[in-house]
């Protein structure tokens, strides 16, 4: 879509004296992102960015199509708590720099936690995890009914989500998420199924978190796996033109990392021990290109899981040995018990009390005696 001349010039002016109307205190602290359109509400958006050095969106302004007013907003309270968060991580960070170079990850058990992992990970520290990798809920994969009260709801969900992720995962590592278009079947014969690039949504959620995007990896299955979901059924029967639609067997491994002015060697040299870091060295074949051949799993109790093979890349490829794994969609298990024989530690979370239990009855006989494995019911903000 094309704007006029000095459309984005025009948004960050009206954002600007929106900030010094709302919040002239602040106007010194705070940084204009770079106006973005969305086109699927049709209206501008310019994130508020702390000065600092180490810069946190900390609200959001709304601007209509024609850029003439704005239309919603941040609220001012939560603009000014996250602004004082903001303040007292760099203080930190500054501690940290004179104290010592090494990166010392916060000293976290293995954990599985039955809860909202919105709510769950508000109560753990920065640094938390070295890697985080997930397949977040299918959007309205039920049939019978709809999680969502629509698609917006969803990604706002998510972006919640992947803020908290962001917060405790510690600086310069991955975050790395499985995720495809979902197909939304037709409700009657003269209604149109629909293809949502639910991929390419998320990666905007990510970059505005704070995510840099480094890759994006294929996920090949075998031929002939997504013919359930009826997709080229009507094309291979009359082989009209225009009724072409290709069966999917692919989906995304999208590759981020938390965005830092720091190279990737910075995180193996400051690594707190460097035996580690030669115990994780990648050693014999590996992935040279961004197509990954790997046969889906099945689970009778779980509609979705990770296939081992997948997880265990990922972690190899993205982590160092004792690192923190988390997951906060849990589902079945498969990246405890991946991460486990990879020895590195793991952090899930799981909301449904059936997965939990699933986890809890399957993985406890994997732990050794002198492991520790916390399984946890999040309850009255309280792990």
């Given at each position: 879509?094309k704007?006029?001349k000095?459309?984005?010039?025009?948004?960050?002016?009206?954002?600007?004296?929106?900030?010094?109307s709302?919040l002239?205190?602040?106007?010194?602290?705070?940084?204009?992102?770079?106006?973005?359109?969305?086109d699927?509400?049709?209206l501008?958006?310019?994130?508020l960015?702390?000065k600092?050095?180490?810069q946190t969106?900390?609200?959001e302004?709304?601007?209509d199509?024609?850029?003439?007013?704005?239309?919603?907003?941040?609220k001012k309270?939560l603009i000014?708590?996250?602004?004082?968060?903001?303040r007292?991580?760099?203080?930190?960070?500054v501690?940290?720099?004179?104290?010592?170079?090494?990166i010392y990850?916060?000293?976290?058990?293995?954990k599985?936690?039955?809860?909202?992992?919105?709510?769950?990970l508000?109560?753990f520290?920065?640094?938390?995890?070295?890697l985080?990798i997930?397949?977040?809920p299918?959007y309205n994969?039920?049939p019978?009914y709809?999680?969502?009260?629509?698609?917006?709801?969803?990604?706002?969900?998510?972006r919640?989500v992947?803020?908290?992720?962001h917060n405790?995962l510690s600086e310069?590592r991955?975050?790395?998420?499985?995720v495809?278009p979902?197909?939304i079947k037709r409700v009657?014969?003269?209604?149109?199924?629909?293809?949502?690039?639910?991929?390419f949504?998320i990666h905007?959620i990510?970059?505005?978190v704070?995510?840099?995007?480094i890759?994006?990896?294929?996920?090949v299955?075998p031929?002939?796996a997504?013919?359930?979901?009826?997709r080229?059924?009507?094309?291979a029967a009359?082989r009209?033109?225009?009724?072409?639609?290709?069966?999917?067997?692919?989906?995304?491994?999208?590759?981020?990392?938390?965005?830092?002015?720091k190279l990737?060697d910075w995180?193996?040299?400051?690594?707190?021990?460097q035996?580690?870091?030669?115990?994780s060295?990648?050693?014999g074949?590996?992935?040279k290109t961004?197509?990954?051949?790997?046969?889906?799993?099945?689970?009778?109790?779980h509609p979705?899981t990770?296939?081992?093979?997948?997880?265990?890349r990922v972690i190899?490829?993205?982590?160092?040995?004792?690192?923190?794994v988390?997951?906060p969609f849990?589902?079945?298990?498969t990246v405890?018990r991946v991460?486990?024989?990879?020895?590195?530690?793991f952090l899930?979370?799981?909301?449904?009390?059936?997965?939990?239990?699933?986890?809890k009855?399957?993985?406890?006989?994997?732990f050794s005696p002198?492991l520790?494995?916390?399984?946890?019911?999040?309850?009255n903000?309280k792990?």
């Open positions: 879509m704007f006029e000095g459309t984005t010039s025009r948004a960050r002016l009206l954002t600007n004296d929106w900030i010094k709302t002239p205190d602040l106007f010194d602290f705070i940084k204009l992102g770079l106006p973005e359109y969305d699927r509400l049709e501008w958006r310019v994130s960015n702390t600092n050095s180490k969106i900390i609200g302004i709304k601007l199509k024609a850029v003439t007013k704005i239309v919603d907003w941040t309270d000014i708590k996250r602004l004082n968060k903001s007292l991580d760099k203080n930190k960070d501690k940290k720099a004179k104290n010592t170079s090494l990850p916060a000293p976290i058990p293995n599985i936690i039955l809860g909202d992992c919105i709510q769950v508000d109560d520290p920065p640094d938390t995890a070295q985080i997930t397949s977040p299918y994969a039920k019978e709809s999680e969502y009260i629509d698609y917006q709801e969803y990604l706002d969900f998510l919640r992947i803020v908290r992720c405790i310069g991955f975050f790395v998420i499985n495809s979902v197909l009657s014969r003269n209604s149109a199924s629909k293809r949502i690039p639910i991929p949504d905007k990510l970059d505005s704070g995510f840099d995007f890759d994006d990896i294929m996920w299955k031929e002939g997504g013919w359930n979901l009826g080229g059924r009507r094309f009359d009209q033109p225009l009724q072409y639609k290709p069966v999917p067997v692919t989906e995304y491994i999208l590759v981020y990392r938390k965005r830092t002015d990737i995180n193996i040299r400051n690594h707190y021990n035996e580690l870091v030669k115990e060295k990648i050693v074949d590996y992935d961004n197509l990954w051949y790997i046969h889906p799993s099945h689970n009778k109790y979705a990770f296939p081992d093979e997948l997880v265990s190899r490829y993205y982590s160092f040995e004792d690192d923190l988390l997951d849990g589902g079945s298990g405890a991460a486990l024989q990879m020895k590195r530690r899930l979370v799981e909301k449904e009390p059936e997965y939990f239990q699933l986890m009855k399957t993985l406890s006989p994997l002198d520790r494995v916390d399984f946890d019911i999040f309850e903000d792990i």
